[in-house]
C-alpha cells in the first residue's frame, strides 16, 4: 500500500474534571476533526494521548471527530499519588464522562494496551456507549507472568527508591520535544513522571481487575477490530487470538512486527479508518446528547 495521504484537520485541546471519589480531578483531551461520528482514542500505560496523534489524523482525515484522552495519572490530566483512584472501571468512567461532556450519545471506543483494556471495560460497562471497538495489544489471561516481571520492579522502584523516577524526569524533561523524531519525543514523554503518582497508578492496576472477565467479554456485541502482535510476552499473540474468539463481532488482524503500527503504520491505519466509517455506516445514531 501506498503513503497514506493525510488532509489538514482542525485540533483542539480542551478539559473537563471527573469526581475520582477524593475530590474533582482535571482530565485533558484534544479533538481532531468535527462532526457527529465519534471515535475515541486511549493510550498505553504511563504513555501519553500523543501517542495517538498520526491515528487521530488520519481517523479525521476521512470525517470522522477523533477524540485523544490522557487518562487520569497520565499525560496532561491531573496525577494524583492516591492508588485508590485508579482502576480499570475508574478509567472506564472516565470515557463515558468525556462522552458526557462532549455531548456525544455513542463512540467507537479504541486504545492500545492499557487503552485496550480500557475500552473492553468500557464496553462491558456502558455497551449502550459503544459504536464499535478498536483493540490493539489487549493484557489478558496470558499476560500476567510477564505483565508482574515488567512493572512490578517498576512500582518498587517509584514507591521505595523515588529518586530513581524523579532524577530520571529532571534528566529527560528539558530535551526540546519539537527537534526530536515523533515517537522519540513519546519515549521521553512516557519518562516525565513523578515516583510518588507513577507508583499509585502501578498499584491500582497491578492489583485490581485488569480486565472485564471472559463471560463478560462474551457479552459484548459491539463490532471490533483486534490487532495482534507476536513476539511480545506483554502482550500476548495468544490473548488477541482468544479475544477475538470470544467477542460476537470481530475482525482480526496480525501485524507483521511489534512496531508496524508506530514506524509503517499505512495498511494498519487504512483497517481501523475503514472499520470505523464500517460502524459509522451501519447506524444513523451519531446524535448529540443535550449539554
Not at 469526581?19 to 501519553?48: C, F, I, K, N
Request: positive net charge; hydrophobic residues 45%; proline residues 5%.
Amino acid at each position: 500500500m501506498g503513503q497514506y495521504v493525510l488532509m489538514l484537520v482542525s485540533e483542539r485541546v480542551g478539559q473537563f474534571f471527573f469526581d475520582s471519589g477524593s475530590g474533582d480531578e482535571r482530565l485533558e483531551y484534544t479533538e481532531y476533526g468535527a462532526g457527529l461520528r465519534w471515535v475515541v482514542l486511549l493510550h498505553g500505560q504511563l504513555m501519553p494521548r500523543r501517542m495517538h496523534q498520526p491515528l487521530a489524523r488520519a481517523l479525521a482525515a476521512e470525517g470522522l471527530h477523533v477524540v485523544t484522552l490522557d487518562l487520569l495519572g497520565h499525560g496532561r490530566s491531573d496525577r494524583p499519588a492516591d492508588p485508590l483512584v485508579y482502576s480499570m472501571s475508574a478509567f472506564a468512567d472516565q470515557v463515558v464522562a468525556l462522552l458526557d461532556h462532549l455531548g456525544a450519545e455513542r463512540a467507537v471506543i479504541g486504545g492500545t494496551s492499557l487503552g485496550a483494556n480500557v475500552s473492553l471495560e468500557v464496553a462491558a460497562e456502558a455497551p449502550e456507549r459503544v459504536q464499535g471497538l478498536i483493540i490493539e495489544m489487549p493484557v489478558l489471561d496470558n499476560a500476567l507472568e510477564a505483565g508482574i516481571l515488567a512493572f512490578v520492579p517498576i512500582l518498587f522502584a517509584a514507591r521505595f527508591a523515588p529518586f530513581t523516577v524523579n532524577t530520571l524526569r529532571r534528566l529527560t524533561r528539558p530535551a526540546p520535544r519539537g527537534v526530536l523524531p515523533f515517537w522519540a519525543g513519546i519515549v521521553l514523554d512516557t519518562m516525565d513522571q513523578r515516583a510518588d503518582s507513577m507508583a499509585a497508578v502501578l498499584h491500582g492496576i497491578i492489583f485490581g481487575r485488569v480486565a472485564p472477565s471472559s463471560r463478560q467479554r462474551r457479552r459484548i456485541t459491539a463490532p471490533a477490530l483486534i490487532v495482534g502482535h507476536t513476539a511480545d510476552p506483554i502482550h500476548p499473540f495468544a490473548d488477541s487470538r482468544m479475544l477475538a474468539g470470544e467477542l460476537q463481532k470481530s475482525e482480526f488482524v496480525r501485524a507483521s512486527t511489534l512496531l508496524e503500527w508506530r514506524l509503517r503504520p499505512e495498511r494498519l491505519t487504512r483497517r481501523a479508518v475503514e472499520f470505523c466509517l464500517r460502524c459509522w455506516s451501519s447506524s444513523a445514531r451519531g446524535r448529540r446528547t443535550a449539554t
